[in-house]
Structure formats: C-alpha cells, structure tokens
C-alpha cells in the first residue's frame, strides 16, 4: 500500500522498513527483478514521495513501478459479482505478487487487510462499494495468493483508509506472514481490537473457502526479533 499522500509516521500506507526487508529477502532467495509500486488513490507522484519507500527499496536494486493507468487490461475474473476487470499487465505476468498490507480501519469495509489490499492492482475500485465483501473474495481468488505480508508496526485505528491524525495512530510491532489471506486478516482485526466476525470480507472468505478465520489452529510460528 502506497495509496496515500502520508508520511510513514501516519500509517496509512506499508512501513518502508517492512518493504524494504521483504525486497532483501526476495533478492537473498534469488530473484533476478524485484518490482515495488501501487495503483494509488492520491497523486503517485506525492504518494510515492511521502511514503517513504521508493527511498528504502531503490539502494536494493528494486524497481519501483509507477502504475500506468493505460495499461491495464481487462481480464477474467469469473468472480460471484465480479465478472471483468482492469488489471495492471506485469501484475498478471510476474513469477510471484508478494502482497504487503498495512493493518488499518476502514470507513466503509471497517477494515482493509490483506484481501483488500489487492485492490491496488486493479481500476474500476469504484464497483466494489457496493458489495465489497463479495468483490474482495472474487478478487481474491482470482489472484490465487501464494503469499501475504500484514503490516502492523504502526497501525491506522480510525479515520481509515487515509488518516492523518497521529492520535489515530497506535505502536504494535508486529509483522505477521502466511499463505492464508483469511487467517491474516482475522489476526489484522483482532490487532485493530475488532472481532473478525464483524469484518465481512473475512467472514466472506471463509464462507467461499478462501481460508480459515480461526488462525489459532493453524501452525504458526512467533519469533521475536531485535
């Protein structure tokens, strides 16, 4: 997530610091091209800037990708709503999306976790108000996830999804990684001080088996680092 014209401290848009330890790791696990970027809600060329990430990941070798809105093609996306849908070409050609969401509230959907958080890499976002649930698991599955990275060093309580006030902003240096979206986002509610129960694109990936809500029987692993 780097939507938002705010600075790291706001959390609005994914720790640089988070960003630029996963693009490490993908260059130390051999990845010949490592592309960062997001279709943004504010102005690219001041989301960019503020966020703070071009500036962590480009001293790696990253590429960071400005989102063309030209270029996205419409694709298939066979979903219970969503039927088509503009998605960005190298989103739909790369070997892997590696999906980095920053834990926050959210005025209409109450929160955006990592199922939503694929929502940057579409257009037309404006068709999902309307039963966004149902759209974020068509996405979703459309995507098929390999893998999601929840972001919750810094994390955005209220007035989400663009904030801008630092009392709304809460400490919680977590950072949390998996294969199921579901999972993540119920442990990404439960950071918010929600129940996942009451996030509807939860409870409907679970419904459409996208994942597992219950994430405490899953096997995890926690490891406290320095």
């Known amino acids: 997530n780097i939507g938002w014209d705010r600075a790291p401290e706001l959390a609005a848009n994914c720790n640089p610091d988070v960003v630029a330890t996963v693009v490490r790791l993908c260059f130390e696990a051999g990845a010949k091209v490592v592309k960062v970027g997001d279709n943004t809600c504010d102005l690219a060329a001041k989301t960019y800037v503020s966020s703070g990430i071009p500036d ?7 590429e960071v990708l400005f989102l063309d809105r030209s270029r996205f093609r419409e ?3 066979g979903g219970e709503r969503v039927k088509t ?3 960005y070409p190298e989103i739909l050609d790369c070997d892997l999306v590696i999906n980095i969401a920053v834990a926050k509230h959210h005025g209409l959907a109450n929160a955006t976790l990592c199922m939503k958080n694929y929502m940057g890499v579409i257009e037309n976002r404006r ?3 309307q039963a966004i649930p149902t759209c974020v698991a068509d996405l979703t599955r459309f995507m098929k996830p390999k893998i999601a990275i929840l972001d919750a060093v810094r994390i955005l309580k209220a007035h989400g999804p663009k904030g801008g006030n630092p009392a709304d ?8 990684a998996g294969t199921d979206l579901v999972a993540l986002d119920a442990l990404g509610a439960e950071i918010l001080g929600k129940k996942p129960t009451d996030i509807g694109t939860i409870v409907k990936g679970q419904e459409v088996g996208l ?3 219950d994430y405490r ?3 995890l692993k926690e490891i406290a680092v320095s």
């Open 75 to 77: 694709a298939a996306i």
């Open 85 to 87: 849908l503009p998605v």
């Open 56 to 62: 962590a990941v480009r001293p790696l070798g990253a």
């Open 169 to 176: 902003v809460e400490v919680k240096t977590t950072v949390a």
């Open 217 to 219: 029987s899953l096997a």
């Open 127 to 129: 068709s999902f108000h």
């Open 211 to 213: 994942g597992k809500m």
